[in-house]
Structures are given as C-alpha cells and as structure tokens.
C-alpha cells in the first residue's frame, strides 16, 4: 500500500482548484483500517473540512435503470433512439455528441468493436465507467492505483462478462488486469451519487481524498454533493479535535447493528467494532428490536452481540434467549409486509399503514418502521396527492420522533437532521 506522504502528493495535484492553503486534514496511518484522514487543527462542528472532485464517474446501471440516459450528461432521452450514431454502443444525447469527452470513449469502444452497437446493452453501457480509466494520465493512473482495492470472488465479473459483447476486446494481460483493479477500487471506495438531470439514475463516483476515510457508525461528518459537477462537500457533523480521525459513516444512519454489519461485510468487507456497533440497543434507539413471544411478556428483543452476523437474541424485560433463525424470520416477515406497503400505495395509505397495523407485528422503533417513516417524508414533498390535516400532522410526528432517534444515536448536525428539521416546519 502506497505510504500516505505520497497518497497526499497526488491527491493534491487531483484537487486542483480546490486545494486549500492550510488544509485541515492530513493524510496518516489509521488505527481504524490501514490510512485514515485526521484533523491537523481543532476543527468547529458545521466547518467545511475538505471539497472533492470526483476522479472517475459514470454510471451505476442496476436492471431497474433506464438505458437511454446519456452517458455524458445522464439526462434522460428518446427511448426509441438513443444510442450514438458512430457506432460505439453508448446512448448519447444531441449535445453531448460534439464533447470531447464523449469523442474519446467514442474511438475507445470503437477499437473494442462492439458486437451489435444499435442494440443498448447494459454491460456494455455499465463498462463505460471503468473504461474511462483507460483515458486517464501519468498522474491519475497513479493516484488510482494508490487507492485500496479489495479483492473477493466477483470483482473480474463485470469486465468479463462486459467483453463478450466486443469482437475486438483487449487481451493484454496489463490492460485486462488494470481494468479488473479499476472495478476492485470503485467497489471498495465509490460513493453513490444521483444523477443531477435524474434523481433515480446513480452514478458511482471515486474520489480519491473522500475516499480515504475510514467508516465509523457514529461518524464525525456529513456530506453533500454540489449538483453541477457532482462535487463532495465534506463538513464536520461534531466538533472535532487536532490529531483525531475524521470519519464517515458507509451505510446509513438508521439501519440497525445487524443490518449496517451485514452490509459492511457484504460490501466493504470488513467487520465494525465501533461503540455503537457494541451496545445491542444503540444508545437506546433500539432500532432492531421485535416483540417478545413470550405470552405474558410486553418486552423488547435485541441482538445480544453483533461480532457474529447470527446472535444470539435476548428479551430485555424477560431475559428470555432466542436463537437468531426465529428472530430473522419476524424481520424478514416485517421487510415484507413493510416493504409490499411501500411499493405502488398511495402516501395516505401507507401513513395508515404504519400508524395502524404496524404496532400488531414490529415495534415502532425497528429500524424498518423507522425507514418506512422516512420514505413518507420525502414521498410527501414530491408527490400531488390531496394531503389533509392530519397527514401533515403524522409527518411532523415522524420528523420529531426520527429527530429523537438521532439525539440519541448522537451523529450531531448532519445532513440528515437539517433535511428532518426543515420538513417538521413545512
Ligand atoms: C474507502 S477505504 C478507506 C481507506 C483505507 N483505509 C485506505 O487505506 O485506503 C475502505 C476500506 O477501509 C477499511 N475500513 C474502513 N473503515 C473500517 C472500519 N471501521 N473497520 C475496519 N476496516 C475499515 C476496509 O478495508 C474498507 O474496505
């Protein structure tokens, strides 16, 4: 692993502009995970501590994304006719067709020889953003490969199955072998950002300082993304002291412990042994707790330890034990029922839902409930259904009790506590 004096050369020279006279970050060896950054000066809850550019971006594409969305602007297209004139199997947009960006790839994926270039493949499109990497200079090309790649059984997957579609795919072990690593690093340190032209089309940006720091569940900061040129604004979530690390969090803030580590094994590879992933009720948030199937008993059930993926559960009014295959099951029972309400119901009908029938099978404070409660939220912002009173009234009890849960999980001023603050008042 390259050492973080050189990490941070090469980060600067990528921050261009952006690259602050007496920064307030450093790049050092992490007691978390490998190198970490940390704060060079006692930095003031609400600072902006660092912007990002993205160093590689593109699309995500999962089966559910629309295709003819352009892959230089990703704003939506003509489902009909998408796809670049030329010949190079990527769906392009009228004004994106005269940038140079777009001549580039065009030429690359022109040379590959895509087998049948009028018909959109998703393998194909999706290959574009860790192609871009083949465009890349002396500089960056070094900065990405300073950047931590994890290895595990799928990574070569996505190149692999993508060059099949290509008559004229590259065989040289080098270039096979950079493309396989650029795939490893974008899983290992990519944020998932939205489309600023399509809030349902993510796109996977590297950034390679953003990208240096360590997870915690409890993080120190807060991030935003400026819609232009999808640039990262990291700010301090909590006051935060010289020399101490500064974190992020990978997952998001409401998931429970057991659902946060599946996904950080899952994902990132590696298992949390933060505070907050050692206390089964999470400051008292109790976001994974079920009802007690004890008769005679009102209690909640939480994890008794989330160092293994299956605990062993435990009343807290009973004490009584369960293992984890009955209590996964109430979980999966709840994600169904919770999420079959959320997909294609009215706002109205879920609040119904959530307010009536939820309390007879899962507490209100579960993590699922909890998301369900979210989602209301920002529904109710965006959709043109006729509200009443008491709608409003639901949403602003859900603003206070999701505030009430952060106060207690104590993330600080983060993002997500502005956005609830705003919609309790609207
Ligand atoms: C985005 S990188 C973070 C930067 C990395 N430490 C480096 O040296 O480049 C993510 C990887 O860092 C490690 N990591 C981050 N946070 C961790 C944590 N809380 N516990 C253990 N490993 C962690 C894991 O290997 C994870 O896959």
Not at 215 to 226: G, S
Request: aromatic share 8%; glycine share 4%.
């Amino acid at each position: 692993m390259i050492c973080p004096k050189r990490l941070a050369e090469l980060i600067n020279i990528n921050l261009g502009g952006l690259k602050q006279k007496e920064p307030a970050w450093e790049i050092g060896v992490s007691k978390i995970a490998g190198r970490g950054v940390f704060a060079t000066r006692n930095i003031k809850c609400g600072e902006v501590i660092f912007k990002d550019d993205p160093l590689l971006i593109g699309p995500t594409l999962r089966n559910e994304t629309p295709l003819n969305t352009c892959s230089v602007c990703y704003s939506l297209m003509d489902p009909k006719k998408f796809l670049c004139k030329n010949g190079c199997g990527l769906p392009l947009c009228e004004n994106c067709s005269r940038r140079k960006q777009h001549k580039a790839e065009c030429t690359l994926f022109k040379t590959w020889e895509p087998l049948e270039p009028q018909t959109p493949n998703i393998l194909v499109i999706r290959l574009i953003t860790v192609a871009r990497a083949m465009l890349f200079n002396a500089n960056q090309k070094a900065l990405l490969y300073a950047m931590q790649a994890n290895i595990d059984t799928t990574f070569r997957n996505e190149v692999k199955n993508a060059s099949a579609c290509f008559k004229n795919f590259p065989t040289d072990k080098k270039i096979v072998e950079y493309l396989h690593r650029t795939v490893a690093i974008l899983n290992t340190n990519s944020y998932e950002v939205n489309s600023s032209k399509q809030s349902d089309f993510p796109l996977r940006a590297l950034y390679p300082l953003a990208g240096i720091l360590n997870h915690e569940c409890v993080p120190n900061t807060t991030y935003t993304f400026d819609e232009k040129n999808y640039t990262i604004i990291l700010k301090a979530a909590k006051d935060i002291k010289e020399g101490q690390e500064i974190t992020i969090s990978y997952t998001k803030l409401l998931w429970s412990n057991l659902m946060r580590q599946l996904f950080l094994k899952m994902t990132k590879q590696f298992s949390c042994k933060c505070q907050r992933c050692s206390d089964p009720t999470e400051g008292g948030a109790l976001l994974s707790a079920l009802y007690c199937k004890s008769d005679d008993c009102q209690g909640l059930v939480v994890p008794e330890t989330t160092t293994t993926l299956q605990p062993q559960w435990v009343c807290l009014e009973c004490k009584k034990k369960y293992q984890h295959g009955v209590m996964s099951k109430t979980q999966d029972f709840a994600l169904g029922a919770i999420n079959a309400k959320l997909n294609g119901n009215s706002v109205k009908a879920i609040i119904d839902f959530i307010n009536e029938k939820c309390p007879t099978f899962v507490p209100e404070c579960n993590h699922i409930v909890v998301e369900a409660k979210y989602n209301v939220i920002s529904r109710m912002m965006k959709c043109k259904e006729d509200f009443k009173f008491q709608d409003y009234e639901a949403k602003k009890r859900y603003c206070e009790e999701l505030l009430g849960i952060l106060d207690k999980l104590k993330v600080g001023v983060n993002a997500m506590r502005t956005y609830l603050e705003q919609e309790k008042l609207r």
